[in-house]
């Protein structure tokens, strides 16, 4: 059962600027870090976002993540092909001691 | 380079049991919470449990609370996950996942391949 709640999809052209709402509550984005997660398909999640808006090494400045209240989200700017992913916001839960993830959104390049 | 390599899923029957490992290398294990994560087929993630980096504080997701068991090895730089009465529902990819800090409260940042866990007759 998902606690945080994105939209199902999300789509741009190359060069865009797409970007994923995380809604939450109190309990998760409200009081704790969120992150980010990018999956192309077949593979393993990979960090893209920690602590809110911090970019791991090697994780291109077109990504970029902010929080506000309980709701986070991650903006891609210059959108590129390889962009094409299932993308995931995740926080700890207070109330329910575990993590959370979001639904997930799929991006698609036009 | 940090990594992780799980093992040990595999077919089994509807009220059988398995045993999860994964073997971090690359980083200092001891130092860091861990987690097992889960993607049923053509789903998205779920966290299924965490523990704490002595292995003293253990987490649970209410989906398999009193039927999984997670635990780990510091010495061996091995994470486990011990899985009994499983159901339909438990067959997914399990991924083992690093925590950011030391802190269970914190995120994950490196993820494991994963193992997969078929439950079926």
């Known amino acids: 059962q998902s606690v945080l709640t994105q939209p199902p999809s999300a789509s741009g052209t190359p060069g865009q600027r797409v970007t994923i709402s995380c809604s939450g509550s109190s309990s998760n984005i409200g009081s704790n870090f969120v992150y980010w997660y990018q999956q192309l398909p077949g593979t393993a999640p990979k960090l893209l976002i920690y602590r809110n808006n911090q970019r791991p090494s090697g994780v291109p400045d077109r990504f970029s993540g902010s929080k506000s209240g309980t709701s986070a989200s991650l903006a891609i700017s210059g959108l590129r092909s390889e962009d094409e992913a299932d993308y995931y916001c995740a926080a700890w839960d207070d109330t329910l001691s575990g993590y959370v993830f979001g639904t997930g959104t799929k991006v698609t390049v036009l | 380079e940090v990594q992780l390599l799980e093992s040990g899923g595999g077919l089994v029957q509807p009220g059988g049991s398995l045993r999860l490992s994964c073997v971090g290398s690359?980083?200092?294990?001891?130092?860091?919470?861990m987690s097992w994560v889960r993607q049923a087929p053509g789903k998205g993630l779920e966290w299924v449990s965490g523990?704490?980096?002595?292995?003293?504080?253990?987490y649970y997701a209410d989906s398999v609370k009193g039927r999984f068991t997670v635990s780990r090895d510091n010495s061996k730089n091995t994470l486990f996950l011990q899985l009994n009465s499983l159901r339909a529902e438990d067959t997914a990819v399990y991924h083992c996942a690093k925590g950011d800090s030391s802190s269970i409260y914190y995120g994950m940042d490196v993820w494991g391949q994963g193992t997969t866990v078929t439950v079926s007759s």
């Open positions: 690359g980083f200092t294990f001891s130092t860091y919470a």
């Open positions: 523990i704490s980096v002595s292995g003293g504080n253990t």
